[in-house]
């Protein structure tokens, strides 16, 4: 009996994905947690051998605890299930050591593909991922938590918006956003919303 750990904040998405993977690959025990401490709690007392790990989560972002597993748990392979685009967020992921990635709205064939490939030590590596050319995008620089600043700020948000959402302070945000928009060469708000959009980092 193989393990797999599905950490995911929505039940819906839980049950969804537990019900499809235990149809098609029936040797699976599926446990969840809803967020990063349950989920490093449960690998800390129970044996696993996979991880679905969603992106967007209450507190640390999936990157966050991406990073966090790979250096605690470094021989568990850690499969991203999000809802964000290939574009947005997969080469970022991988680059942290995901085994793959998949998105909430893929054929189910596809979630399962992913799982027996990092089951077996391999890695599933979406067939829209373009290779980056040359050094890539400017936003490949940015930190973790700066990308997902510009993100937000690419979505409109105000910065005392981002830092309740974030728990930071509004200095904190504000010296976020001057940082980014030094690496991007950037002035403005406004021209960071562009550069978000045009560069499709926004839904």
Not at 34 to 61: M, N, P
Not at 72 to 101: K, N, T, W
Not at 171 to 181: E, F, H, M, N
């Given at each position: 009996?193989?393990?797999?750990?599905?950490?995911?904040?929505?039940?819906?998405?839980?049950?969804?994905?537990?019900?499809?993977?235990?149809?098609?690959?029936?040797?699976l025990?599926?446990?969840?947690?809803?967020?990063?401490?349950?989920?490093?709690?449960?690998?800390?007392?129970a044996?696993?051998?996979?991880?679905?790990?969603?992106?967007t989560?209450?507190?640390?972002s999936?990157?966050?605890?991406?990073?966090k597993l790979?250096?605690?748990?470094?021989?568990i392979?850690?499969?991203?299930?999000?809802m964000?685009?290939?574009?947005?967020?997969?080469?970022?992921?991988?680059?942290?050591?995901?085994?793959?990635?998949?998105?909430?709205?893929?054929?189910?064939?596809?979630?399962?593909?992913?799982?027996?490939a990092?089951?077996?030590?391999?890695?599933?590596?979406p067939?829209s991922?373009e290779?980056?050319?040359?050094?890539?995008?400017?936003?490949?620089?940015?930190?973790?938590?700066?990308?997902?600043?510009?993100?937000?700020?690419?979505a409109g948000?105000?910065?005392?918006?981002?830092?309740?959402?974030?728990?930071?302070?509004?200095?904190?945000v504000?010296?976020?956003?001057?940082?980014?928009?030094?690496?991007l060469?950037?002035?403005?708000?406004?021209?960071?919303?562009?550069?978000?959009?045009?560069?499709?980092?926004v839904?």
């Amino acid at each position: 009996m193989r393990n797999i750990l599905l950490v995911d904040d929505h039940p819906v998405v839980r049950q969804g994905i537990a019900r499809v993977l235990a149809e098609a690959i029936p040797d699976l025990r599926i446990s969840e947690a809803v967020g990063g401490e349950e989920a490093l709690s449960h690998l800390r007392s129970a044996a696993c051998h996979l991880i679905l790990l969603d992106l967007t989560l209450r507190g640390d972002s999936g990157l966050t605890l991406l990073r966090k597993l790979r250096r605690e748990f470094p021989a568990i392979p850690v499969l991203i299930v999000s809802m964000h685009s290939v574009d947005q967020f997969a080469a970022r992921a991988l680059q942290a050591g995901a085994a793959g990635y998949v998105t909430k709205d893929s054929d189910p064939e596809e979630l399962v593909r992913a799982v027996r490939a990092a089951l077996g030590g391999g890695r599933y590596v979406p067939s829209s991922l373009e290779p980056p050319a040359g050094d890539g995008p400017a936003h490949e620089a940015l930190s973790d938590r700066e990308y997902q600043v510009l993100r937000m700020i690419g979505a409109g948000r105000t910065v005392s918006e981002i830092g309740t959402e974030l728990g930071l302070s509004v200095k904190t945000v504000s010296t976020y956003r001057a940082r980014i928009l030094e690496k991007l060469q950037l002035r403005t708000s406004a021209e960071l919303i562009h550069y978000a959009i045009v560069n499709r980092l926004v839904q």
